[in-house]
Structures are given as structure tokens and as C-alpha cells.
């Protein structure tokens, strides 16, 4: 059982039909949650025509970026370069940088423990960022 | 009928063995599961907004004077006007996520290790674009919320010393969030981004097929 198991593993399969066959459910699922669900039960609206002259409308960025706009609330006056450009741009110059800093060839999370650690951290401090600019 | 055409460009140009080689046959680990599919959703997710983009540039019009009248129109009154634009949206959230997704998965796999470096590389090129996509294509409804967000985002980098001032001059075309601003933003959310996009993705997916999924864990 254990052997039999084992060969199949490592002759795998093949691209068509197997791996295809998942790629296109998973497509399907992606495009009925988009098309009928998203866009019919939560259309798209568009806002009053923009007017420069009235000051009083405050913005929100899309979820995504609100992590960066309540770091920016943090980092006041000469600061703010440090979290407006600082951070996004070192942090994408890092994460591309990734491969050639981590030289560790070990692959199986358990044996990363700092790895784990660090993505574990910056996941929970841009997730609590986001909640927090999400409620301010 | 799809069998005819094809046979009949292979008996030219003999393809046939070419793509069962390089396509069909390709070995692909068994152990595979669905998390492996967040990156051939993000690529669903861009034809997506290919084919519902140029839908909709059919009809817009970037200038200060038009642009609102346009999205007015194309969302309301154009057939299917309002799913287009809805399903252009939507899928360019869910972009973000796959791609977050895509990218945490090949991190706890530790998959951008030797040899796969420049396919990571690729990958973080792709992402930055992404997000370029989503803050260039915000401004182009102009409405109140593209605009003053679209203000607030380019104020951003003024803070840096010396240089901050005239890069938000070149993102905005000149010192006021205006015509100018709005032709960049739409010439690199239509044309720029997109080749950029495509060029990088065929390289993404030459070095995937070159290399092979790593090795599930």
C-alpha cells in the first residue's frame, strides 16, 4: 500500500486531463461567484461627479491600501516619508530581494521556525492595521 | 469542428507533437490540491478584467469633462451595462486576495528557493502591478471618491525631501489633480500596465513550465 502509494507520487500525472480538470472547477467556481453573485447582489455604484472646490469629502482607499493609510496617522509632519514611501517601497524591495536573503534550502515550514515567525508578525500587524484604519 | 482546425494546422505546421510534449503531457505532481490553483486563478481573474475592460473602454471617454458622463452611461444604459463593470470590479478585489493567497502558498512551501529565485522575482514585478492596476483604474470613474482619493494618493511621496514634490508634479501631470492627470492614469491603467502584465507573465509561465511545480511538501 505504503509502495504503491509512493510510485504514484513521484510518476505523478499529467497536466491534461488531471491538473486541467481542477484548474477549470475552480474557474468556474471563481467566475459564478464573481459574475452572478458579487456583481448581480452587490453592484457597483458610482459616487456623486467629482467637484475639486468641495474639501469636505473625506476619502478611503480600498481596503487594501488601508493599512498603509493608518500607518501614515502614526508617522506625523517630517516623519510621514517614513511610512507614505519608507515602508511600502522597502518592504517590495525585500520581499523581492527574498530568495537571495533566505539561503536556507529547507523547504518544510516546521524546520523555519524564523521564517514562520516573521510572517506570522507582519500578517498580524497589517491585518490590525487594517482593521484599525478600516473603523477610523 | 475545433478537431478539423486543428488537424488542419497540424497538417501544416505539426504542432500536434509539440503540444502534447510541452502542454498536455507535461508531468504534474498527483498530490496537488486547491491551493495550488490561486495563481491559475489570478490568471482567470485578469482575462476577467481583459474582456471586461475593453468592454468598457469601447465607451469611456478620459477626459475631466466626460469621464463621469461615460460611466454613467456604460454602467446604466449599455446592455449588461452593470454586470460588466460590476464583474471589473469585483474580479480586481479578488485579484488582490488570489494573489495574496498565491504568494503565501509558495512562501510556506518555501518554493522561491534555489532554483526558482527569478520566478519569485517575476512574481513580486507582477504584484507591484497589480496594485499599480487597482490605483490607476480608481481615479478614471471620476467621482468624488476617485478624486479625493486619488489626491490623497499621490500626496504621498511629496513628504520625501528634495525629490517628493517633483514626483507627485509627474504622477499628476503638474501640481493640480486635473485632465492631465486623468490621460496618464488612463494610459497606463489601458496600455502601459497591461504590456507590462502580459511581457512578465509569459516569462512566469515559461520558467513554471522549464522548472515544474515544486515538490509538494
Redesign the interface.
Known amino acids: 500500500m505504503e509502495n504503491i502509494k509512493k510510485t504514484e507520487e513521484k510518476e505523478g500525472t499529467t497536466f491534461y486531463p488531471s491538473h486541467l480538470f481542477k484548474e477549470m472547477v475552480v474557474m468556474m467556481f471563481v467566475f459564478v461567484l464573481v459574475s452572478f453573485i458579487l456583481a448581480l447582489v452587490f453592484p457597483v455604484k458610482l459616487g456623486d461627479p467629482a467637484d475639486p472646490t468641495d474639501s469636505s469629502f473625506v476619502p478611503k482607499p480600498e481596503w487594501y491600501f488601508l493599512a498603509i493609510f493608518q500607518l501614515l496617522k502614526y508617522f506625523p509632519g517630517v516623519f510621514e516619508a517614513i511610512a507614505a514611501v519608507g515602508v511600502p517601497v522597502g518592504s517590495i524591495i525585500l520581499l523581492m530581494l527574498l530568495p537571495l536573503i533566505d539561503k536556507n534550502p529547507e523547504r518544510r515550514p516546521r524546520k523555519r521556525p524564523i521564517a514562520m515567525a516573521l510572517m506570522v508578525i507582519i500578517l498580524a500587524v497589517t491585518a490590525i492595521l487594517t482593521l484599525l484604519g478600516a473603523v477610523t | 469542428m475545433f478537431r478539423k482546425v486543428y488537424y488542419w494546422i497540424d497538417e501544416r505546421l505539426n504542432i500536434r507533437p509539440y503540444i502534447r510534449k510541452e502542454?498536455?503531457?507535461?508531468?504534474?505532481?498527483?498530490?496537488?490540491n486547491?491551493t495550488y490553483?490561486f495563481g491559475?486563478?489570478t490568471f482567470?481573474?485578469f482575462l476577467?478584467l481583459t474582456i471586461t475592460g475593453v468592454s468598457m473602454a469601447i465607451y469611456y471617454v478620459p477626459s475631466?469633462d466626460h469621464a463621469?458622463d461615460t460611466?454613467?452611461y456604460l454602467?446604466y444604459q449599455i446592455f449588461m451595462g452593470?454586470?460588466i463593470?460590476?464583474?471589473?470590479?469585483?474580479?480586481a478585489?479578488?485579484m488582490?486576495v488570489t494573489v495574496f493567497l498565491h504568494m503565501?502558498r509558495v512562501?510556506?512551501?518555501?518554493?522561491?528557493?534555489?532554483p526558482?529565485?527569478l520566478n519569485?522575482?517575476t512574481g513580486?514585478?507582477l504584484?507591484?502591478l497589480v496594485?499599480s492596476f487597482?490605483?490607476t483604474g480608481?481615479l478614471l470613474?471620476?467621482?468624488?471618491?476617485?478624486?479625493?482619493?486619488t489626491?490623497?494618493?499621490t500626496q504621498?511621496?511629496g513628504?520625501?525631501?528634495l525629490i517628493?514634490d517633483y514626483v507627485v508634479r509627474v504622477l499628476r501631470g503638474g501640481s493640480?489633480?486635473g485632465a492631465l492627470t486623468l490621460s496618464r492614469f488612463y494610459v497606463l491603467h489601458v496600455i502601459f500596465l497591461p504590456s507590462m502584465i502580459a511581457a512578465l507573465l509569459i516569462g512566469h509561465f515559461a520558467m513554471i513550465r522549464r522548472q515544474g511545480i515544486?515538490e509538494p511538501?
Open positions: 502542454i498536455l503531457d507535461k508531468p504534474v505532481h498527483g498530490r496537488l486547491f490553483c491559475g486563478m482567470f481573474l476577467l475631466p463621469y460611466v454613467d454602467t452593470k454586470v463593470r460590476g464583474v471589473h470590479h469585483w474580479a478585489n479578488l488582490v503565501l512562501y510556506i512551501h518555501g518554493a522561491y528557493k534555489k526558482r529565485e519569485w522575482i513580486v514585478m504584484f507591484v496594485l487597482s490605483f480608481y470613474p471620476w467621482d468624488q471618491k476617485a478624486y479625493w482619493a489626491k490623497v494618493g504621498m511621496p513628504s520625501v525631501p517628493g493640480k489633480i515544486a511538501l
